[in-house]
């Protein structure tokens, strides 16, 4: 499965895992896991996330992401996993 | 499943504590270039270049994207270039030509360095690599992003004075050549003893003949890292000290590992080795020299600062060593001077000196490194200097090197700018008494007596 892990962090506003999520369904990408907590006043949010039937380039993704943030006013990071398990598994 | 504060923490790494891949170096091999003619060889070489490193710029760029994690250079090593340019060379002026060739191929393809402009000469020099040594001013002073090494020893050879006299009077010349660029082409040359085959740092980057056709290595850098998670360890013993920067040194080369096997599958071309080195910069917050401060010096060159290095250097290994199939490269912790905004305001302060640099060498996995240094210091002290780190390379049986700037026109307590990743750096003193009879004597240092294990 091909895996990605999308972080979502700043200023907490109403819809912004309604907003990520519409975005993810329109591009066919299946959310598998959401934790989402509040860390020194701000909203901190982690989805992973199964690419398999993702119907665009994954660094268009990154973009698309990106671009969505700067509207809602919060920073989304979308990464492969591999970064991650890498680093925290042996 | 991985859970948030694990992603936050990697995430962190790289956004506040400057993690990232130095460089995705790829090592060509250049030995099919050779022909008669220079003409020739430059078009082959250029040729080379230009096919096998086409995608490497653009891959390094979606492997940034697409993973979140920054790839500062990405670069190309050759074939040491004395080798290459052998049949078809009659003067120091044909190797300018191959220069120009390398420069013209690697801004073709948009990598920021090459390294190979090469000769090693551990136990004596050829005509040819005598010739690409005496081309080295105008090699560096006429092209922008070629780098340039020479071996001048090892412990199974012992130290090839000749070369190193030479090598004296070739920095001072390009000290002179790029004069009105605080001596910028002195940057780019770097004298080695027992350097390795697969170094993907610049400048003594090359491919050795060791190596096969086409190769990827990494070298990852990350002594931000090391530095937050030292807050941790304030006040603990040195078990405790030891547990963490290993761990960390571990995380920071798993992403290398991770970087370089992706590289590899996306471009058709072997994975060789990861360099696990901690490579400061001058920004704040990524300074191996605040990593020395914070295991317990008030500034680095204190006494203890030699200790603690070979303590953190060793680290930085048993941490890295785990995280990946293939180690190699130089893999320890840089102590460039002009790189590391630490070892910068300890140069000026005066609490660093030369003397404690190269006693640093004897523990850190390269040499006296990026070093600004009076413009009059004389060709015969620099071949001191190279020669003395030599010496300990040699005799440890370990890699060392010298990257000193004789900044022309410029004296002690004046600042050389370099700019970039190369940074800046005060001008420290030199001992000046002289050794000229000694460098000048000719022949070789023999090799030492371990060196016969057979």
Redesign the interface.
Known sequence: MDKA?I?VVGQDTVGIIARVCTYLSQHQVNVL?I?Q?I?DGFF?M?M?VDCDDLDEQ??DM?DGLESLGDEIGVRI????????????R? | ????T??????EMIEQEKLDVRTITMGISLLDCAAADVDVVCENVYRKITEKARDLVKTGR?IE?????PIVNKRITVTPISLVGASSCKSPSDFVKIAHALDRAAKEVGVDLIGGYTALVSKSMTPAERMLIESLPKALSETDIVCSSVNVGSTKTGIDMDAVELLGRMVKDTAYATRDNDSYGCVKFVAFCNAPDDNPFMAGGFHGVTEGDVVVNVGVSGPGVVSRALDAAKGKDFEFLCETIKRTAF?IT??G??VAQEASKRLGVPFGIIDLSLAPTAAVGDSVGEVLEKIGLEQVGAPGTTAALAMLNDQVKKGGI?ASSYVGGLSGAFIPVSEDKNMIEAAKSGCLKIEKLEAMTCVCSVGLDMIAIPGETSAATISGMIADEAAIGMVNQKTTAVRVIPVYGKGVGEVANFGGLMGYAPIIPVNQTSCEAFVTRGGRIPAPIHSFKN
Request: glycine letters at 4%.
């Open positions: 892990v972080t896991d934790s907590t860390i901190n982690m992973i994954f660094s990154v990071r979308c990464q492969r996993e591999e970064i991650f398990t890498k680093m925290h042996v | 499943m991985l859970n948030i694990e992603v936050r923490e990697t995430n979606g994207r697409d993973f979140g994690i995380k798993r992403v590992q991770l785990m």
